[in-house]
Nanobody, 121 residues
């Protein structure tokens, strides 16, 4: 079964940067899609960024100029570089992998437990 473990979260001040990492094991669907999602207090989850089998990335409009998603397949690791952070970025961040047959847009996902990102004013 797929296991995803996030790390790299923490508390930073506005304007700071963080790089989140997600180590993946047991993933046999790398040809499909991996993504980062986040959930702020009192809000639903939203897709932050994704990367498909061709390396094409999709990033949430509100963070597109500040966040970058990448992956190192040899290390089975997914990354999310976050720059110029603002309090609006405060959330629990999760990494996920779509199951066989899925796409970045549609599919069944496996998710990690998340890593907390807190940005203070």
């Amino acid at each position: 079964q797929v296991q995803l473990v996030e790390s790299g979260g923490g508390s930073v001040q506005t304007g700071g940067s963080l790089r989140l990492s997600c180590t993946v094991s047991g993933y046999t669907y790398s040809r499909y899609c991996m993504a980062w999602s986040r959930q702020a207090p009192g809000k639903g989850r939203e897709r932050v960024a994704s990367i498909d089998s061709a390396g094409t990335t999709t990033v949430l409009n509100s963070v597109k100029d500040r966040f970058t998603i990448s992956e190192d397949n040899a290390k089975n690791t997914l990354y999310l570089q976050m720059n110029s952070l603002t309090p609006e970025d405060t959330a629990m961040y999760y990494c996920g992998a779509v199951r066989e047959g899925g796409t970045c847009a549609f599919g069944t996902w496996d998710w990690g437990q998340g890593t907390q990102v807190t940005v203070s004013s």
